[in-house]
């Protein structure tokens, strides 16, 4: 298990290649979610996702976002938003909803731990990769509208899903800070 663990890595925007997942990929995805530890089961989460039908819908609304809610929006930026469609195979909003039942660090801890979970998944499909932005125009109103989120819901970003050619798995990472207490 530790091999999967140090394995699992992000792949990002430019590694994608326009191949498309299946949606029983998807769903597996999901399902590793709720897998999660949560305190008294409160899964504190939900996810809305748009398929590849969608991506074009999904570019639209972050582009219009963004141009709105900044006067002078960079080109560049734009661009990489509208390959949206041509690069990627789905992309997953993650939302938090809190219980109001345990603390809520908890509940950011039992969402991260979800993302991770659908990380540990697809880092075991040889030709698919992702990677959690918090970019992206996350909880601006434009998209919390767009994603009919209610007040108390917190946008926490969106975990883009790609065809990658080449699966990176190498990477360094230090010693843990640890201090034993006998």
């Given at each position: 298990m530790l091999k999967?663990?140090?394995?699992?890595?992000?792949?990002?925007?430019?590694?994608?290649?326009?191949?498309?997942?299946?949606?029983?990929?998807i769903h597996n995805l999901l399902n590793a979610a709720v897998w999660a530890p949560s305190h008294k089961l409160t899964l504190p989460f939900r996810f809305v996702v748009y398929g590849p039908e969608n991506l074009e819908l999904f570019s639209t609304q972050i582009v219009q976002s963004y141009s709105e809610r900044n006067p002078d929006p960079k080109q560049e930026k734009?661009?990489?938003?509208?390959?949206?469609?041509?690069?990627?195979?789905?992309?997953?909003?993650?939302?938090l909803q809190p219980s109001q039942k345990v603390p809520l660090?908890?509940?950011?801890?039992?969402?991260?731990?979800?993302?991770?979970n659908m990380y540990l998944s697809?880092?075991?499909?040889?030709?698919?990769?992702?990677y959690w932005t918090t970019g992206n125009e996350i909880d601006s109103p434009q998209m919390r509208e767009n994603l009919k989120l209610s007040p108390d819901e917190i946008h926490c970003g969106y975990?883009?899903?790609?065809?990658?050619?080449l699966k990176r798995t190498?990477?360094?990472r230090?010693?843990?800070k640890v201090e034993w207490l006998y």
């Open positions: 999967i663990i140090q394995e699992r890595r992000s792949h990002f925007l430019k590694e994608f290649n326009g191949q498309k997942a299946s949606d029983s990929l734009i661009q990489k938003m509208q390959s949206f469609p041509d690069k990627l195979s789905h992309v997953i909003a993650i939302v660090w908890e509940e950011y801890a039992c969402l991260g731990a979800a993302v991770q697809i880092s075991q499909e040889e030709n698919f990769g992702a975990f883009f899903i790609g065809g990658i050619d190498q990477a360094v230090p010693e843990p």
